[in-house]
């Protein structure tokens, strides 16, 4: 089941120069950085309420968020839901026809267990599930 809207990523050139913004002119607090080996990312999150930004940055050429920059400029990534069960979420995705980018969940910040559904399947909106700590 989809609890709520655990996230919503966004894709910086700098997260250094990011933050003022958030901090400076929204007034929030950075909750932590965090740097994501598996993504090539580095990643910044603010709290609002019950929803947090995620700010990303590329940490690698190589980064699908590098790949993002080049091709969108900076700007909305995706929108995380949390779910309390992830491996049904994904079986429940690909019944319902849609495309997966990754079939199987990892490791994302956090510790939580993350995937991300195909925006072509998801009219235009990359959509990543998150739930809490790690399942066996
Ligand atoms: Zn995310």
């Given amino acids: 089941m989809l609890?709520?809207?655990d996230h919503i990523g966004i894709a910086v050139k700098s997260i250094a120069e990011a933050r003022k913004y958030y901090e400076q002119a929204l007034g929030l607090t950075c909750e932590k950085e965090e740097v994501v080996e598996s993504q090539m990312v580095?990643?910044?999150?603010?709290?609002?309420?019950e929803v947090h930004i995620e700010l990303l940055e590329p940490t690698d050429?190589?980064?699908p968020i590098a790949a993002f920059l080049e091709k969108?400029?900076?700007g909305i990534h995706h929108i995380a839901f949390r779910t309390n069960d992830i491996t049904r979420q994904l079986d429940q995705a690909r019944t319902g026809g849609?495309?997966?980018?990754h079939e199987v969940p990892?490791?994302?910040?956090?510790?939580?267990q993350v995937a991300f559904?195909?925006?072509?399947?998801?009219f235009g909106v990359l959509t990543e599930f998150?739930?809490?700590?790690i399942k066996v």
Avoid at 106 to 112: D, L, P, Q, R, T
Avoid at 130 to 133: T, V
Wanted: hydrophobic share 30%; aromatic share 8%.
């Fill in 42 to 49: 580095k990643t910044a999150f603010f709290r609002v309420g």
């Fill in 117 to 122: 559904l195909h925006p072509k399947s998801s």
């Fill in 61 to 63: 050429e190589k980064s």
């Fill in 98 to 101: 849609c495309r997966l980018i």
């Fill in 72 to 74: 969108r400029g900076e």
């Fill in 106 to 112: 990892f490791e994302g910040a956090g510790g939580k």
């Fill in 130 to 133: 998150c739930a809490k700590g």
């Fill in 3 to 5: 609890e709520k809207i």
